[in-house]
C-alpha cells in the first residue's frame, strides 16, 4: 500500500464574502494535489453531481470551478491542513492538523455546513465542530469508492444544498 507521507494541503479554500454554504472534504487526493484544486480525480464525481444539483454546466478547470464555487455561494475546503496518510487513503490518516475554519466564517455569511462523506463527518466532529459551534450535515462521499451511489442518488441526496442557497433552482 506504500509508505505513510506528512502531507500539507497546498492550495486555499474557495470562498468570498457572498458564500452561504461550506462543503468541506477530508483531505485532497494525491491527483487533486497534483492539480492543486479540490476534486481532481477523473472518477470523483463531486463536480458532475454539484453541476446537475445547480443544472449548470460542468465546469472545464480550476478557474472556471472556482468561479463556480463562487457564483453559486458555495465555499468549498477541507478539514484537514495537515496530515499523514498513505497515497490518497482516508483510512489511512493520522496525526491531523485541522484547518482554521475561521478564516472563512469570519468572511462569510455561512448557514450550513456539508461534509463530502463520513470521514470528513468524523474529522469535522472531532476537530472543528467545537470550534465553528455549528453541526455538520453528512452527504454521501462523491469518491469512485462509494459504489453504493450511483450518481443519480448522490444527486438525490445532494439537492438539500439548495434550500440554503435561496432556492433559486427550481425543477
Known sequence: MG??????????????????ILILG????VKSREQEFYYGHPMNRFWRMLSTVLEKEIPSDSSK??????????????????CDIIGSSDSSIK???PTDLSRILAISPISNIY???KTAK????RY????TGLKAICLPSTSPANAMFSLEKLVEEWKVILEPLGGNYED
Open 65 to 82: 470551478k472556482r468561479e463556480f464555487l463562487l457564483e453559486n455561494h458555495i465555499a468549498l475546503w477541507d478539514v484537514i491542513d495537515s
Open 122 to 125: 468524523k474529522l469535522y466532529d
Open 3 to 20: 509508505d505513510y507521507q506528512h502531507v500539507s494541503h497546498t492550495f486555499e479554500p474557495v470562498f468570498d464574502k457572498n458564500s452561504k
Open 26 to 29: 477530508s483531505f485532497p487526493s
Open 95 to 97: 496525526n491531523v492538523i
Open 115 to 117: 461534509v463530502n462523506g
Open 128 to 131: 472543528s465542530e467545537s470550534e
